[in-house]
């Protein structure tokens, strides 16, 4: 079935069925494949990305159940216009191997519109659903702090 959807900003059509869910909608049919694959069962928070600012897991949101706008980790920033977490993570050296990272970073981010001042437990709470194999948990923690302040700043 022909769905529209919008995208970082941009109308994208796609012809799937409905159940397909939408991390492979980004990766395979629009090309976005900063948004990883890690568990399959929201477990893991590699996939996630926002829905209507929502962070949500793009592996357990069927196409026909997506309810707005999509931002994926393209979308946040660009290489010449960081998003300020995306910054804050490469002040931090946050990444080790890096493949959670778009999860992460598409999580922290949520945080930071709805918490513009987290405590740790704040972080800790909102981030728990995020894995990190390499655990750079304090490393993002600092991070997030960071960019709490730089935006409170700006």
């Known amino acids: 079935m022909a769905t529209t959807l919008k995208i ?10 409905d159940d397909v869910p939408l991390l492979w909608v980004l990766r395979d049919e629009v090309g976005l494949t900063g948004t990883k694959f890690g568990c399959g069962v929201a477990a893991c928070g590699a996939c996630t990305v926002h829905i209507d600012g929502e962070a949500v897991r793009s592996c357990q949101v069927a196409l026909s159940d997506v309810w707005g706008d999509v931002t994926t980790i393209e979308g946040l920033g660009s290489p010449d216009a960081l998003a300020t977490i995306q910054q804050a ?5 946050v990444a080790q191997c890096g493949y959670c ?34 655990g750079t948990y304090p490393l993002i923690r600092a991070a ?4 709490a302040s730089k935006l409170k700043e700006a």
């Open 8 to 17: 970082n900003g941009k109308q994208h059509q796609v012809d799937l069925p």
């Open 89 to 93: 993570w490469i002040d931090h050296q």
């Open 101 to 134: 990272q778009s999860g992460q970073i598409m999580q922290a981010a949520a945080l930071l519109v709805e918490n513009p001042a987290p405590s740790d437990a704040d972080i800790d709470e909102a981030m728990q659903g995020n894995l990190c194999r390499c």
């Open 144 to 147: 997030i702090h960071d960019a």
